[in-house]
């Protein structure tokens, strides 16, 4: 089976930078997307980015536009997400997830589309505070 696990998790400042990564275990599979989301305590999962593992097209919610960067490594089976002037509302458990779906913007929302075969690690918690 395939393990996804994240790192690069900690405590920042506002303004502050921190790198997420997100590497694949085990098995490999042929992901469509491999996405970024995060969860805030008390409040439902929300999807931050994702990027096309083939194409490296990237997509991002209207709140870190600007100032998050997915990229991917298909060499080292792993995807990074650059967070940069980091705000007190992006405090939150992050998961990464390889995703057999669609991944992007639907409307004016972020979303995507799960299947059977999706694959989610464990996540990484960051905290953003004075």
């Known amino acids: 089976q395939v393990q996804l696990v994240e790192s690069g998790g900690g405590s920042v400042q506002p303004g502050g930078s921190l790198r997420l990564s997100c590497a694949a275990s085990g098995f490999t599979l042929d992901y469509s997307y491999v996405g970024w989301f995060r969860q805030a305590p008390g409040k439902e999962q929300e999807g931050v980015s994702c990027v096309s593992v083939t194409a490296g097209s990237t997509h991002y919610a209207e709140s870190v536009k600007g100032r998050f960067s997915v990229s991917r490594d298909n060499a080292k089976n792993a995807v990074y997400l650059q967070m940069n002037n980091l705000k007190p509302e992006a405090t939150g458990v992050y998961y990464c997830?390889?995703?057999?779906?669609?991944?992007?913007?639907?409307?004016?929302?972020?979303?995507?589309?799960?299947?059977?075969?999706?694959?989610w690690g464990q996540g990484t918690q960051v905290t953003v505070s004075p």
């Open positions: 997830a390889g995703l057999y779906g669609q991944c992007g913007t639907f409307g004016d929302a972020f979303g995507y589309t799960s299947t059977p075969y999706d694959s």
